[in-house]
């Protein structure tokens, strides 16, 4: 993001000064257009935000799934997984009473969180990372002059965090399992094992890859 103080190649521009052919209001439009692409695109547009929240828990659901084009939530666990973890969020958030403007950014943050960690194969710590370097952008601001721009309050800020940590970040390895895993389907089966000479038969469940 632009800074008050512009950088030249031979160093600072001093306050107050700005570089040839700009004016203070073109690097403020220039500021608020970068600060504009934060989060961006949206995950979820207005309007299906605002179907959504006429909707009950069913209905967030199956809007969700609509919108996601899920077709296979009786056979594949990620396309179950992943609404799930939609859905939550979104659950959640509404238990927040955010504005409109709140749940898209909260709902593309939750996205771009699991688009970090399937594309980029981010570790959990540069997840937090990433986190906690994108609320201080969308979150509250000690700069006065960025206030405007403050999409959450401290309070609502500390609350995403929070959900965060019992979220996704939790269970993390889970979620890096669903995407790197060798098959796209995980089934749970019984297996009885009998060795000759026990007492007892043995059974267990096992994780099996399809």
């Known amino acids: 993001m632009a800074a ?3 950088t030249t190649p031979g160093g600072t521009t001093p306050a107050g000064m700005t570089p040839a052919g700009t004016t203070p209001e073109s690097e403020k439009d220039t500021e608020f257009q970068e600060h504009e692409r934060i ?4 995950f979820l547009s207005v309007a299906q935000i605002t179907e959504m929240l006429a909707e009950d828990v069913d209905g967030v659901q199956q809007k969700l799934e609509k919108f996601l084009n899920f077709r296979n939530l009786q056979t594949c666990l990620k396309e179950a997984s992943l609404l799930d973890y939609y859905v939550s969020g979104f659950l959640w958030a509404r238990g927040m009473d955010f504005s409109i403007i709140q749940y898209s950014k909260f709902m593309t943050l939750l996205d771009m969180l699991l688009h970090n960690l399937k594309t980029l194969h981010m570790s959990l710590e540069d997840s937090i990372k990433w986190l906690r370097e994108v609320m201080a952008e969308i979150g509250p601001s000690h700069s006065q002059k960025n206030e405007e721009w403050n999409i959450f309050d401290v309070r609502q800020a500390n609350a995403i965090v929070d959900y965060l940590k019992i979220s996704l ?24 094992k009998k060795a000759k000479g026990d007492e007892d038969s043995c059974s267990r469940i096992d994780l099996l890859h399809l």
């Open 4 to 6: 008050s103080v512009g």
């Open 39 to 42: 989060l961006c695109p949206d």
């Open 169 to 192: 970040f939790q269970h993390y390895k889970l979620y890096e399992f669903l995407f790197f895993s060798a098959r796209e389907e995980i089934v749970i089966g019984t297996e009885v």
